[in-house]
C-alpha cells in the first residue's frame, strides 16, 4: 500500500506541474503585475494606467481573441530570451490581407504622449505578428505592430517583426518625436499603404520629426505602396548604423527613403542595400527635399521601372556620399544615379560607381551636373560573393584602402559591417565590409557604447547643443579644447542613464576653431567646432 500510495503521490505532483505549466489566462482592460502563464488570451482592449507596470515573462504568447488595441500610459517590459520568446499574435487572422477591413489582426501596442515621468519600457526578444493598423481614424492608421507618439524612453532590441499592417505609415513600428533606441531586429513582410491614396510610407519603419538610433536591424520583403519600402525617414533625419535591406519594394525609395528634413545632422553609414525595387524612383534609395551624409554604403543589385536603379535626388536637394559602392543597378533610365531636376545635385567622394558621372541621368545630369566628383573609380568592385548578404571584396578589388583618407567628421565607427575593425592604419575601404576579414567580432565588441550626435549649430555663436545616445548608464562629461590643446571650459560630470540625452552648453569664447571631447565611462569621442564672431 505505500508504495501504492507513493505512486498516486508522484503522478499527482507530476500532473499538478504538468497543468501549472499550461496554464492560461484571459485579460482585458486595465492591466498590470506578471503574466507568468503559457498563453495570454485577450478578450479585449488592454490598458496600463500611468500608476502602473506590467512584466511578461519569458516564452508567453499573447494571443489577441479580436481586432484589440494595447494602450500603454505606464511601463510595460516585455523581456524574453533567445529560446524564449515572447510572442504578440492574433488568434484568427481571417481577413488580415484586405486592407480595408480591421478583421484579421490585433491593433498594436500604442504610446501616444505618455507622461514625461513614466520608467522606461523595454521589448526584447520578442515575436510581433499580425499587427494591423486599419482604421477610419487617421491616428490608428500607424505603425501595424507598435505605434509611439511623444515619448523616448524606450528600447526596441532583438525583436522580431513580420507580417505586420498599416494604413499609412510604419506597416510595423511608427515613431513620432521618439528617440528611442531600436536595434538588432528583423523586419520580415511587413506592409505600409493602400492599393489607393494615401499611399504607404516606411513598409516596416516610418520616423517623424524623430532621431532614434536605428542600429544592426535586418529589412527583408518589406514593401510601402508610397515611399521608403522598409524605412522612411521624415522632417528630422536620424542616425542609421549597420543595417541589411534586402528584398524591399515600394513606389519610390526601394528600401529607403528620406525627406522632408530641412538640415540633415546625421550619418547613414555601413549599410548593405541590395536586391530592392522601385516602381518609380530610387529602387535602393531616394533623397526627396532633404541631403542626407551617405557614408561607406554597399548599394548592389537594386531595380527601378523606371528612373534611377540605386540613389535618386529630388527637389534641389545635394547628398554627399563617401566611400560608397554603387555597382549592378538597374532601371529603365539612369541604372546607378537618377537626378531629378537641375538644382538636384549629389556629390561623391571616394566611392566605385558603375559608368561614373557620364551614367548619370536627368535634368541635372551631363552639362546641367554641378555637385562635387572627387576621386571616385568606375572598376568592378569583385565582390567575393553577391550572392549572400556578405558583400566583401576579395583581394584583387579596386575598392581596398581608396576610401577617403580624412573621415573628420564622418562619424565612421570603429568596425564595419560584419564586426571587423574599420580602418588599418590609416586606411579605409570603400563599401560596407572591409577587407582583410577577420572572423566577425560579438555585438559588445562593435556596438559602440555611446554615439556622439553632430554638435549643433556648427558654426556657432558660443551656444550650442551637445547629444547623444548611451547604450548603457554612464558617467559623462564634456570638455571644450583649443588648438593648442588647452581645455577652455569643462561641464561636471553627472551619470546618465541609457537613452538619447541633449546638453545646451553657452560659452562666451573668441572666435576660432576648438574640439568638443565627450567621454562616457571609458569611451572618448570628439568633434570639431568652429565659434563665429
Known amino acids: 500500500m505505500n508504495l501504492i500510495l507513493r505512486f498516486i503521490i508522484l503522478i499527482s505532483l507530476w500532473l499538478t506541474a504538468a497543468n501549472a505549466f499550461t496554464t492560461s ?43 484589440y488595441v494595447f494602450n500603454v500610459c505606464g511601463t510595460l517590459k516585455s523581456v524574453g530570451s533567445a529560446d524564449q520568446m515572447i510572442s504578440f499574435t492574433m488568434a484568427d487572422t481571417t481577413g488580415f490581407y484586405n486592407d480595408t477591413i480591421p478583421d484579421g489582426g490585433w491593433k498594436g501596442i500604442r504610446y501616444d504622449n505618455p507622461a514625461p515621468w513614466i520608467d522606461s519600457s523595454f521589448f526584447k526578444y520578442t515575436r510581433f505578428s499580425f ?15 507598435i505605434c509611439i507618439r511623444g515619448f523616448s524612453k524606450i528600447g526596441i532590441s532583438h525583436c522580431v517583426f513580420y507580417f505586420n ?31 489607393i491614396e494615401p499611399w504607404g510610407y516606411g513598409g516596416a519603419v516610418c520616423t517623424d520629426d524623430g532621431e532614434p538610433l536605428i542600429l544592426k536591424n535586418v529589412f527583408t520583403n518589406n514593401l510601402a505602396t508610397g515611399i521608403g519600402g522598409a524605412l522612411a525617414v521624415r522632417f528630422a533625419d536620424c542616425p542609421v548604423f549597420f543595417n541589411i535591406f534586402s528584398g524591399n519594394a515600394s513606389a519610390i525609395g526601394g528600401a529607403v527613403a528620406v525627406l ?33 551624409v551617405w557614408v561607406n554604403n554597399t548599394i548592389a543589385l537594386n531595380t527601378s521601372e523606371s528612373y534611377g536603379g540605386a540613389f535618386y535626388c529630388k527637389d534641389s536637394v545635394n547628398p554627399k556620399v563617401y566611400n560608397s559602392i554603387i555597382w549592378g ?14 538644382y538636384a545635385q549629389a556629390s561623391f567622394y571616394h566611392c566605385d560607381i558603375q559608368e561614373g558621372a557620364e551614367g548619370f541621368e536627368g535634368g541635372g545630369s551631363g552639362g546641367a551636373y554641378t555637385g562635387e566628383y572627387i576621386n571616385n573609380i568606375d572598376a568592378d568592385p569583385l565582390f567575393e560573393n553577391s550572392a549572400e548578404y556578405h558583400f566583401n571584396l576579395t583581394q584583387e578589388s579596386p575598392c581596398i584602402n581608396t576610401g577617403m583618407p580624412d573621415t573628420t567628421g564622418l562619424m565612421i565607427p570603429p568596425s564595419d559591417l560584419a564586426g571587423n575593425p574599420r580602418i588599418y592604419g590609416n586606411c579605409i575601404d570603400m ?44 558617467e559623462v562629461n564634456f570638455k571644450l579644447i583649443n588648438n593648442q590643446g588647452q581645455i577652455v571650459s569643462e561641464l561636471v560630470k553627472q551619470n546618465y542613464q541609457r537613452g538619447k540625452h541633449e546638453i545646451g552648453w553657452k560659452e562666451n569664447i573668441p572666435a576660432g576653431t576648438y574640439l568638443v571631447l565627450l567621454q562616457a565611462g571609458s569611451k572618448i569621442m570628439k568633434q570639431k567646432l568652429v565659434v563665429s564672431d
Not at 131 to 145: I, M, N, Y
Not at 441 to 446: A, P, R, T
Request: glycine share 12%; proline share 6%; charged share 15%.
Open 25 to 67: 489566462i484571459e485579460v482585458s482592460g486595465n492591466v498590470s503585475g506578471v503574466w507568468n502563464v503559457d498563453t495570454v488570451h485577450v478578450i479585449g482592449d488592454l490598458n496600463i494606467r500611468e500608476s502602473d507596470g506590467l512584466v511578461i515573462n519569458p516564452g508567453v504568447i499573447v494571443l489577441f481573441q479580436g481586432t
Open 131 to 145: 499587427g494591423k493598423a486599419v482604421s477610419e481614424d487617421s491616428l490608428q492608421r500607424l505603425g501595424g505592430a
Open 165 to 195: 499592417k498599416a494604413n499609412e505609415k510604419g506597416g510595423a513600428v511608427y515613431l513620432k518625436n521618439a528617440d528611442i533606441l531600436l536595434a538588432y531586429n528583423e523586419f520580415d513582410h511587413n506592409s505600409s499603404g493602400e492599393k
Open 260 to 292: 522632408h528634413v530641412p538640415a540633415c545632422r546625421h550619418v547613414i553609414s555601413n549599410n548593405l542595400i541590395f536586391g530592392n525595387h522601385a516602381v518609380f524612383f530610387g529602387g535602393g534609395v531616394s533623397n526627396n527635399n532633404a541631403s542626407p
Open 329 to 342: 543597378n538597374q532601371a529603365s533610365v539612369g541604372s546607378q544615379v537618377y537626378l531629378w531636376e537641375t
Open 431 to 474: 563599401g560596407a565590409y572591409e577587407y582583410p576579414f577577420p572572423v566577425g567580432q560579438d555585438e559588445q565588441s562593435y556596438t559602440p557604447d555611446v554615439v556622439f550626435y553632430p554638435l549643433y549649430p556648427n558654426p556657432s555663436v558660443g551656444e550650442i547643443i551637445c547629444s547623444f545616445y548611451l547604450l548603457k548608464p554612464a
